[in-house]
């Protein structure tokens, strides 16, 4: 295994523009570590702002799918797209949010036949309907989204989410991006 972070190099927080080195500093205070996903990212300042950005107004939402529902989409759609930079990113987080130091894995690695209440279990079927094969994608899946008492919002949230992470998951395939060694520990084992 390489140590390489990504093909394309990094930027230091040092090194970075005032306003992105003022907001990822914020996030590594809170994480005890910068994530190498901004590292990689940094290096074209203007698409990592558009990035996060966007990323804060589909994740930092107070209303609707909670917070660890945010990452269970996450984890299934990076999970059914192979990245594996954000399958244990966002698994760490989820093993946080959920409480649950099993939930990430299962639905990363075998989504189907991961123990999900009724509610997990229509979030995640509707992320890997637009993950899989986007172009089957019908109002039969809205249809039994909704059945499953999902709301337009929260849909809308899903499909999104689901679609922005797609986007993030191949960034990292084309930047062979490597995880924080610190990921792998978040939510297994507790923080020193």
Not at 41 to 66: N, T
Not at 119 to 137: E, G, H, T, Y
Not at 158 to 179: D, E, Q, Y
Request: net charge negative; glycine share 6%.
């Amino acid at each position: 295994m390489t140590d390489e972070v990504s093909r394309f190099g990094v930027v230091e927080p040092a090194d970075m523009p005032a306003d992105l080195r003022e907001r990822i500093g914020a996030i590594a205070e809170k994480a005890g570590f910068t994530p190498n996903v901004f590292r990689a990212l940094a290096r074209r300042p203007d698409e990592l702002r558009a990035f996060l950005d966007y990323h804060d107004a589909l994740m930092d939402k107070d209303d609707g799918l909670s917070k660890a529902e945010r990452e269970l989409v996450v984890v299934a759609t990076s999970g059914a797209n192979h990245c594996t930079y954000c399958a244990v990113a966002h698994g760490a987080v989820l093993r946080i949010r959920s409480k649950d130091p099993h939930l990430a894995d299962h639905v990363a690695s075998n989504p189907f036949s991961a123990p999900l209440t009724g509610r997990q279990r229509a979030i995640v079927d509707l992320a890997l309907a637009l993950s899989i094969d986007s172009s089957l994608f019908s109002d039969t899946d809205i249809a039994t989204a909704r059945a499953a008492g999902l709301s337009d919002d929260e849909i809308w949230d899903v499909g999104a989410i689901t679609a922005f992470f797609a986007m993030s998951n191949r960034l990292a395939h084309l930047m062979s991006l490597r995880p924080n060694e610190e990921f792998y520990l978040m939510g297994r084992v507790p923080r020193a």
